[in-house]
Each structure stands twice: as C-alpha cells, then as structure tokens.
C-alpha cells in the first residue's frame, strides 16, 4: 500500500507542489521578519582565583623528559608501537626435486 502511494503520481504532483511552496515561501519571507538581536553586555562576574598552573611548568621542562637511548623510536610522548608491524612470517615453500625429459 505504502509503496503504491509513493509511486502514485498525484503524491509526486503533490510533492513536488509542495516543495515550490516552501521556497517561495522562503524567498518572500512570508513568515514574518527575523528577530531583532541586541547587543549586551555580560551579567556573569569573573573567576576569582584563576586555575594553578604553576606545576605545568615542570610538565614541559627539558630535564622531566626521558634521555635518548639511541633506539629508532625514542620514548617520547608521541612514538608508540602500536603501527610498526609485526615482523613477516617466514616463506612457506618447499623444495622440489625436478628431473627434466628430453630435449
């Protein structure tokens, strides 16, 4: 029933008719005008106290950071190993003797 009702044509015809009512209801602008926004000015009072960030410093400071190692990845808060693939699984062939006849 309901797939009948979308292929119908009056409910394309109707479709259709609607959707250019809501665009020149949307370029006319026959719902009304848009509201008028104002500037104010803001009723909320500033922090106190600010956030302590004084043992942010030590965070960032060259002597927290590990020694390199000379490995290829350094620990570092940006390497991991969690995208170096895993090494490749060995060959699995076998050798065949071979006897060629004839010319």
């Keep these: 029933m309901l797939i009948q ?10 479709l259709h008719g609607g959707l250019w009512l809501l665009l020149a209801l949307a370029v006319l602008r026959l719902r009304g005008t848009s509201p008028r926004f104002l500037e104010t000015t803001s009723h909320t009072s500033p922090a106190q106290s600010p956030v302590p960030v004084a043992r942010l410093e030590k965070l960032f400071a060259p002597e927290s950071r590990p020694k390199p190692t000379g490995e290829t990845n350094n620990p570092s ?27």
Excluded: D, N, Y
């Design 77 to 103: 808060p940006f390497a991991t190993r969690h995208f170096i693939p895993p090494p490749p699984a060995p060959p699995a062939t076998r050798k065949l003797e071979l006897t060629k006849q004839g010319c």
């Design 5 to 14: 009702t979308f292929k119908s044509r009056w409910f394309a015809t109707v």
